[in-house]
């Protein structure tokens, strides 16, 4: 997957933006939100390409193989900055943003763009935002702050009303199928995709890392644990092995169609499309104000794994009440 240029179903952002250059109304500092896995970094990488490119005019899309497409694809180019967080649970810090403005005020290397990206902008602590407000207020000429974000409501106000928005909803199946296709030869895409909850990117993950095959084992563990096969304690440590985020979404998308199943015998829509059968006969035994309450409990879970919790135990925790439902 290239990222000198956007993705398929992102050609209506990047018109925006390209008329925007061309009016010479193109925007010092742009937020980019929406769900995880629609592309987002993709973009941001894609028009940052754009901007530096020797051969790119009106954000046509990057050579890929001029002096400046070299330095970017080789993590070197002098104009551009990717500030990203280095470890899971952390926060951007004021010292992050501090090396930003730095960077941000120098004179560009090449007379050209200078463009700064913030991957994960929400994570910044008060003192950040503080600081990369103050830019905002009084950026230089050719130079583009580019925030990146899945929950923009958790920005500043101050923050978002002195950015372009450009958001990225779910894209229509039919723009993404093809393009799946493409990236991977094999694997259930209409699965991965209803997984996924529509985000291109994320099924695709889904589909390269036999995501699907070890998704079908959290349903295994959860009848293991009810048939006492099992501890709470083992399967919260293969869990962990698995991946946290990515094993409570899935846990989300379970018990999301084991309530349906409760609410009606053929319901409209089911996620785990492959596994009705057994979703089937878990939901006619629990009762659906436990599901009910256990879903808003891995709900509040997924919210608090970017703080600095013990996986571990919030993973029990979740179990044990799954243990002790009927």
Not at 6 to 11: E, G, H, I, M, Y
Not at 248 to 268: E, F, M, N, Q
Request: glycine content about 4%.
């Amino acid at each position: 997957m290239s990222v000198t240029e956007a993705l398929p179903w992102q050609a209506e952002q990047w018109c925006r933006l390209a008329e925007s250059q061309e009016a010479g109304r193109f925007p010092h500092s742009l937020l980019l939100t929406g769900p995880g896995g629609v592309g987002k970094r993709q973009f941001a990488l894609a028009l940052a390409h754009s901007l530096l490119c020797d051969a790119s005019r009106e954000l046509e899309e990057a050579c890929g193989t001029c002096p400046q497409c070299r330095l970017i694809k080789a993590g070197s180019h002098p104009d551009l900055m990717v500030l990203a967080l280095e470890e899971k649970g952390t926060t951007i810090t004021v010292d992050s943003i501090r090396e930003l403005i730095g960077f941000y005020f120098l004179a560009s290397h090449y007379r050209g763009w200078k463009v700064a990206v913030v991957e994960n902008a929400d994570r910044m602590n008060v003192n950040a935002a503080n600081a990369l407000l103050k830019i905002l207020e009084e950026p230089p000429a050719k130079a583009v702050i580019v925030l990146v974000t899945d929950h923009s409501s958790a920005l500043p106000a101050t923050i978002r009303s002195r950015c372009m928005r450009v958001d990225f909803p779910i894209p229509q199946e039919g723009l993404v199928v093809d393009w799946l296709a493409e990236q991977n030869e094999k694997g259930d895409i209409k699965q991965a995709l209803a997984l996924a909850m529509g985000a291109p990117l994320l099924a695709q993950e889904y589909m390269e890392d036999s995501c699907l095959e070890e998704r079908m084992g959290l349903v295994n563990d959860l009848r293991a644990i009810k048939n006492k096969k099992t501890s709470v304690c083992n399967v919260a440590k293969s869990w962990m092995d698995l991946g946290s985020a990515k094993v409570l979404k899935w846990y989300a998308t379970i018990l999301s169609d084991l309530t349906r199943y409760k609410v009606s015998s053929t319901p409209p829509h089911i996620d785990n499309q492959d596994m009705k059968p057994v979703l089937q006969e878990i939901s006619a035994k629990l009762s659906l104000a436990a599901l009910l309450e256990l879903y808003r409990s891995v709900t509040t879970a997924r919210r608090e794994l970017n703080r600095n919790l013990n996986e571990q135990l919030l993973l029990e925790s979740l179990l044990v009440q799954w243990k002790r439902i009927r």
